[in-house]
């Protein structure tokens, strides 16, 4: 059984470039959820996708929008970069038959690490 | 929205120790997990709790959900080292569609 994967691992770029990070999700699990989490903080929510469609949004900007492919991999995109845009994202996978000790439980990739200039 | 508080923000014991985290909510949850995240890894899950009162153990860790279900805690015992990292709860907001964590208790264990 492969766990989340994540990729790139770390990137560097600049103010109004725009980003994709990618996800494959968990063996099993068919919804995928993305987090940003900043030095010393708790990851934030930024959306969920489930059956390739958004299923639900935290308090993030348009500029953050994000794809999901019938194997269930995702991508998060995010454009005009902004300085405050550095941070870990984290990719979660959850639900199906594969979901331990639950559905709603979610399994972690080792995130990407955007710095941005 | 839905927001967990989590309290201390950062704590540092001596190995042998006792710890712990609390996790507070001024609404009714539906129900509460708790992860654990080494210093420059990724959150992994540690348990979810449901039911009112419930108390769960997994060897060393003790967790706890309030009778009213607006609080948690996770009581280590005798911390060792390898307790190292950050503790999260986190809690379902509007659905079971997103996930909202707590800011965290970072626990040092001093050898």
């Known amino acids: 059984e492969t766990g989340v994967t994540q990729s790139p691992t770390h990137l560097i770029k600049t103010r109004g470039q725009q980003v994709t990070l990618r996800c494959s999700s968990q063996?099993?699990?068919?919804?995928v959820s993305w987090y940003q989490q900043a030095l010393g903080q708790g990851p934030q929510f930024i959306f969920q996708y489930y059956r390739e469609e958004e299923n639900g949004r935290g308090n993030f900007p348009p500029r953050f929008s994000g794809l999901q492919f019938p194997n269930y991999s995702s991508e998060l995109n995010v454009n005009a970069l902004e300085l405050d845009d550095s941070a870990l994202y984290l990719c979660a996978s959850s639900g199906g038959q594969g979901a331990p000790s639950g559905a709603n439980v979610l399994t972690f990739g080792a995130g990407s690490r955007l710095t941005v200039l | 929205g839905q927001q967990v508080m989590q309290i201390p923000q950062y704590q540092h014991v001596q190995e042998g120790e006792d710890f712990t985290t609390y996790c507070n909510s001024s609404t009714t949850l539906s129900n509460i997990q708790w992860y654990k995240q080494r210093p420059g890894g990724h959150p992994v899950f540690l348990i979810q709790l449901v039911k009112s009162g419930e108390v769960k153990k997994q060897k060393r860790l003790t967790f706890q959900f309030g009778e009213a279900k607006k609080n948690s805690s996770l009581h280590i015992t005798a911390t060792q080292t390898t307790d190292v990292g950050t503790y999260f709860c986190a809690a379902f907001s509007g659905g079971y569609n997103k996930l909202i964590f707590g800011a965290g208790t970072r626990l040092a264990v001093h050898p």
């Open positions: 063996s099993g699990h068919n919804t």
